[in-house]
Each structure stands twice: as C-alpha cells, then as structure tokens.
C-alpha cells in the first residue's frame, strides 16, 4: 500500500478551497486541479509499506497524538513551490495553525524514525494544502494571474485527528482512502 498521513478536511473547508480556485479565474490552466475530495495537508509521505505495518504504524502515531490537543487551522493566499512565477506545485498556504501543524508533523516523524527507523524527510515541513501539480513552465501571464489570486475564505476549521491514508494512482488521478483515523488529545 502507498501510504501517507494527513490533516484531511472537512467538506465545508474543501468547498471554500474549491471557491478560491473558481474566483481566481483561470480558464484553461496548463495543469490539473487536484479533486475537492483529495483537499488535505500531508503530514507525512510514507510510500510503499507493507500491508502487516499499518497497524504498528497507526499505533506509532497513535502515541504520537496523544497529547496533543485539537487546534483550529485557517487557509489563506495561494502559493507556490519554489515561487508562483516558476510554480512544480500550487497550493493554499496554513495560516491560523501553521505552528501547530508543524509541530505535529516533527512528532510524527520523530517518532516514526526513532521506533520503526523511517527515514525522516530532508525539507522542511511547511503547513500547505496542494492544489495542483505544474508539469511545465507556465507563461508569464498566467504567473501574474496567480500572483492576484484571492485568498480561500471562510477556510477554517477545527483539527482534531490525522488520518493515514491509502493513496492509488490511476490515469485520472490518485484516489485517497482512509486507513485509520488517529485521534488528537482532547481539547483542554
């Protein structure tokens, strides 16, 4: 299974995703947006493992999870890697949430490194939801559309478990399907 663990979202903050991506009028884009339903923040990407793993994996970040309280995220302005003139992917940068975001990413990855030795990622993590994956250079004009793209609004929501996710590769995209869902601490 091809696996990674994510901040998934809830409906009403997927559907404010897919609003800024509309209000930012960019008709025929030399990419494809990702599907609403695959709207996530990846926390980490784990890659082929094997079937026998999943358990002593959810369990690994079960342990991980388990204090520390839910949080509220909140999208804000579109971005892109490494820059929105030369973007390889686009995405709706965290705002509210960010730190908490990263701070649980480094506890996933600390903990699946120093229990089951899964390598640790060499970027640094930086709480973003993709949108889109850039293929080609785009031309400057679409670069500068991107730049005054609004921002998501109305994009937040309460965080309150990671998921560890399935993802399959097909022609017309990944489809994503839960594995596990792992819950925060509870609030205090």
């Keep these: 299974m091809r696996l990674f663990i994510a901040a998934e979202f809830e409906p009403a903050l997927k559907d404010s995703v897919i609003d800024a991506i509309a209000r930012a009028r ?3 884009p030399p990419w494809r947006w990702v599907a609403r339903e695959n709207i996530h923040v990846t926390l980490k990407f784990l890659g082929d493992t094997p079937d026998e793993d999943v358990d002593i994996l959810a369990e690994t970040v079960s342990h991980a999870c388990s204090e520390v309280p839910a949080f509220d995220i909140q999208l804000g302005k579109l971005g892109g890697f490494p820059s929105l ?6 995405f709706y940068e965290v705002t509210k949430g960010a730190s908490e975001l990263t701070s649980l990413a480094a506890r996933i990855e600390a903990a699946l490194f120093e229990e089951l030795s899964i390598p ?3 970027r640094p ?3 973003h939801a993709t949108v889109a994956r850039v293929k080609n250079p785009i031309p400057p004009e679409i670069a500068a559309r991107l730049e005054k793209a609004p921002p ?8 309150e478990k990671v998921s560890l996710m399935a993802s399959e590769l097909h022609r017309e995209g990944a489809i994503y399907r839960l594995v596990k869902g792992i819950a925060l ?3 205090k």
Excluded: H, T
Aim: net charge positive; no cysteine; aromatic share 8%.
């Design 120 to 122: 640790k990622e060499e």
């Design 125 to 127: 993590f930086r709480a």
């Design 185 to 187: 601490a509870e609030a």
């Design 26 to 28: 960019i008709a025929s």
């Design 152 to 159: 998501v609004e109305g994009g937040s929501q309460r965080f």
């Design 85 to 90: 003139k030369r973007p390889r992917v686009l």
